[in-house]
């Protein structure tokens, strides 16, 4: 029985793994980058740790797994919150179809702006149509 | 303690775990900027903790599941300090 439920569990969590790698390579932004991997990531691995506590039970492997499990779940947001704001804050700007920058309107509003060769959302095409067209 | 697991499904998920980490090693070497291969750097990091579990399952051997703490911890720690690097501060703010 638990043989069965942490051969789940690692299935699950490699799945996750995967999938999470994937979005790391194919997602256009480091902003959107960083949120696929970790989150994906994060969740993979810790399943993978409960399988091993799982198959284990409690001893040493099977505590020691649900310890870093727990750390890893503690640690690897503010990991990702500090590599989006250093990335921010160096620089990176956003990909071209980001509609939203609500860091950068609080950071703008408080702090003089960051010197960048570019602003930092270029215009999307509206599809609404400009104002005044539509109400005749 | 007797392995629980097969080996021949624990070869498939270190075989996946090593598809990720050439995916992760892509975007490190192919990265345009400095935070896409920090990013990479710290997945990859994860990666490993989940690689050590697989080979703990494998061996039978507890110690594998220290490595796996001490990676995560070094990980974090390295990971908070090329952050703190590239937003140009230092590590007391």
């Given at each position: ?85 250093g990335a921010y804050k160096s620089g990176v ?44 | ?93």
């Amino acid at each position: 029985m638990s043989e069965v439920a942490a051969q789940w569990l690692i299935g699950v969590g490699l799945a996750f793994d995967l999938f999470g790698t994937i979005g790391l390579v194919r997602l256009p932004d480091v902003y959107n980058r960083v949120q696929a991997a970790t989150k994906c990531v994060t969740l993979g691995t810790c399943m993978i740790l409960g399988g091993v506590f799982v198959a284990q039970g409690v001893g040493p492997m099977g505590v020691k797994a649900l310890l870093c499990a727990v750390f890893l779940l503690f640690t690897s947001p503010v990991a990702a919150h500090a590599i989006a704001r250093g990335a921010y804050k160096s620089g990176v700007r956003l990909w071209e179809g980001s509609v939203v920058d609500r860091y950068g309107e609080e950071v703008h509003g408080v702090h003089p702006p960051i010197e960048r060769a570019e602003p930092l959302i270029t215009a999307r095409p509206t599809t609404v149509g400009q104002p005044g067209e539509h109400d005749v | 303690m007797s392995p629980v697991l097969s080996d021949t499904f624990l070869l498939a998920a270190g075989s996946a775990l090593l598809v990720a980490s050439f995916l992760c090693l892509y975007r490190i070497g192919r990265g345009p900027t400095a935070p896409d291969r920090t990013v990479a750097i710290d997945i990859l990091g994860t990666l490993v903790v989940g690689f050590c579990c697989v080979m703990a399952l494998w061996t039978g051997q507890g110690f594998y599941m220290n490595i796996a703490i001490a990676w995560a911890l070094l990980s974090f720690i390295g990971t908070i300090a090329l952050a703190k690097y590239l937003e140009g501060r230092y590590y007391d703010e």
